[in-house]
């Protein structure tokens, strides 16, 4: 009980700094708060679109500037209605839709992309490009990326941010913009691909 | 024709079946095992500083308190606003020198206290102002 008051106040402090570094941006112009709220988020923006791109790097590292320009340029439209994390994600999320729609715009965006999937090149290209800033095994970052591969992106995007980020099903509804039903819909969908893809890999769960 | 679509997905992907319990937790497991530790920098928050463009609001600000400047210059040169502050820079100096001579070494607060507080805090806050403007320039 204890720990639980713990970590709500330190989210409480959190915030109150958060929102506190957001009115010197909107208010005084300080490029210097702002700053600090890009080094507090860059990591889990970066690793957001990481498990998106599968790790394609140079590409993560584009979509994260545009989504703290964007945040920048509509800081003042911030309300403080949810916390600035959510309000960030959801920045990132459709920044990274915005990508899938510009640069695919005769594919389905919710089409997975399965093993025999014909951008083998680009597949090759990606690997060539990550893993600098992802410092875990290559191995285990491979079977993680290949198995998020089966996904379509909504699936893909519910599953990491549930299994990779620790968000609930209310707030990936928040930052997708998507009903809780749909949410548990993909998540569901998302569980059943990966648990037979495991399978087919020899993982046991064990 | 949009049934046959979905029909066909399904087929394709294999996921008309339920998630088990079994299934949730080897998915759970594996997940676990894939835990992702901070990304490092990498000079990634500087590239994002110098990306940001200047807004609107921003711009206009600047003009305006450089507008407020200039006629705050140009009316202290007609009204002859110039010698009015000569006067009070002798004036200020003039008293600094008294409270120089009047300076008793006690922890009482004295006149010479207090103004050498500002003058630090003034030039700190110059120093902080300048630095931040020079930063992301």
């Not at chain 1, 409480?12 to 709220?37: E, G, M, P, W, Y």
């Not at chain 1, 549930?162 to 998507?178: E, H, M, N, P």
């Not at chain 2, 394709?12 to 490092?40: K, R």
């Not at chain 2, 006690?106 to 806050?125: E, N, T, Y």
Request: hydrophobic fraction near 40%.
């Amino acid at each position: 009980m204890r720990n639980l008051n713990n970590v709500r106040n330190s989210k409480t402090v959190t915030d109150i700094s958060d929102i506190s570094l957001i009115a010197q941006v909107t208010v005084f112009h300080n490029k210097q708060a702002f700053n600090r709220l890009v080094v507090k988020y860059q990591s889990p923006v970066r690793r957001f679109f990481l498990n998106q791109t599968m790790g394609d790097e140079q590409l993560s590292d584009d979509l994260a500037q545009e989504t703290f320009i964007k945040a920048y340029v509509n800081l003042q439209k911030f309300r403080g209605l949810a916390n600035f994390s959510t309000w960030l994600f959801r920045i990132a999320y459709n920044v990274y839709y915005d990508y899938l729609r510009n640069s695919k715009p005769t594919v389905d965006i919710d089409a997975p992309r399965g093993a025999d999937d014909k951008g083998g090149s680009r597949e090759g290209e990606v690997s060539s490009r990550c893993g600098r800033a992802d410092n875990r095994d290559p191995g285990l970052r491979m079977d993680l990326y290949d198995a998020l591969r089966r996904l379509n992106p909504t699936e893909r995007t519910c599953i990491t941010l549930q299994l990779l980020d620790g968000y609930s099903i209310d707030k990936i509804a928040d930052i997708t913009g998507l009903a809780q039903g749909t949410v548990k819909s993909h998540l569901s969908r998302g569980k059943v691909k990966l648990a037979t893809y495991l399978k087919k890999n020899g993982y046991d769960g064990k | 024709m949009m049934e046959n679509d979905k029909t066909q997905q399904i087929d394709l992907t294999g996921t008309d079946s339920l998630l088990t319990s079994a299934d949730e937790q080897l998915v759970d497991n594996f997940f676990a095992t894939q835990s992702q530790g901070v990304v490092a920098d990498n000079g990634f928050s500087e590239r994002v500083m110098h990306r940001l463009p200047t807004t609107r609001k921003y711009r206009l600000n600047r003009i305006w308190t450089m507008a407020c400047s200039v006629v705050g210059v140009v009316m202290l040169w007609l009204m002859n606003g110039f010698s009015v502050f000569v006067s009070g820079l002798q004036n200020l100096v003039g008293d600094l020198i008294g409270a120089v001579a009047a300076f008793v070494v006690s922890c009482q607060v004295s006149p010479l206290l207090v103004i050498c507080s500002l003058v630090v805090l003034g030039v700190v806050g110059l120093v902080n102002a300048i630095g931040n403007e020079e930063q992301y320039i």
